[in-house]
Structure formats: structure tokens, C-alpha cells
């Protein structure tokens, strides 16, 4: 990858490199959608609009988010939309 790409992509977000805290951010955000009243099916279609700006935007950082990312590029949009289900139920 061309190195002004990847630092691009890094700087996107505030990028958290761990896996653990990771899927605890995650958690969080599945949490506050309930509270908000968010369907399951609310959650998983943000989940995957989320999906998809990650893995165009955001470099992985560790092997677990490279895997989920040629995971995700590779998938057909209803595979993505399963992975994002996934990670959703993983996090309730």
C-alpha cells in the first residue's frame, strides 16, 4: 500500500489498536442503540453502513481487523450484512 495512502486512511479516525478495547467500543455503541430504541435490524444495517466505511477508509491495525477486513472485501453484500449481524450479536 502507498505509504501517503495508509497514512490517509490512519488518520480517518481515532484509531484504536487493540482488539479488546475494540469490541468494548463496540459493546458500548450496541448498548446506547438499544437504550435509544434501535430494532436489532436498526443496528445491524448501521452496522454495516459502518462496515463499509471502515474497510474503505481505515487501515487495520491489528491481525484480528485484517482478517475482518479481507473478510468484509470479499464478501457479497449479503455475507456483509451477516458478518455485521454477527458483530452486533458478539457484542450483546
Do not use: H
Not at 488518520?11 to 437504550?35: H, P, T
Not at 430504541?37 to 463499509?52: P, V
Request: negative net charge.
Amino acid at each position: 500500500m502507498d505509504v501517503n495512502k495508509k497514512l490517509k486512511c490512519i488518520n480517518l479516525m481515532d484509531y484504536v489498536g487493540n482488539w479488546g478495547e475494540w469490541r468494548n467500543n463496540l459493546s458500548q455503541a450496541v448498548s446506547a442503540g438499544k437504550k435509544a430504541g434501535m430494532s436489532k435490524e436498526q443496528m445491524e444495517k448501521l452496522a454495516t453502513q459502518i462496515g463499509d466505511f471502515l474497510a474503505k477508509n481505515v487501515c487495520p491495525e491489528t491481525p484480528e481487523e485484517e482478517l475482518l477486513k479481507e473478510m468484509w472485501n470479499t464478501a457479497s453484500p449479503d455475507e456483509r450484512k451477516t458478518i455485521a449481524g454477527l458483530l452486533v450479536k458478539m457484542s450483546e
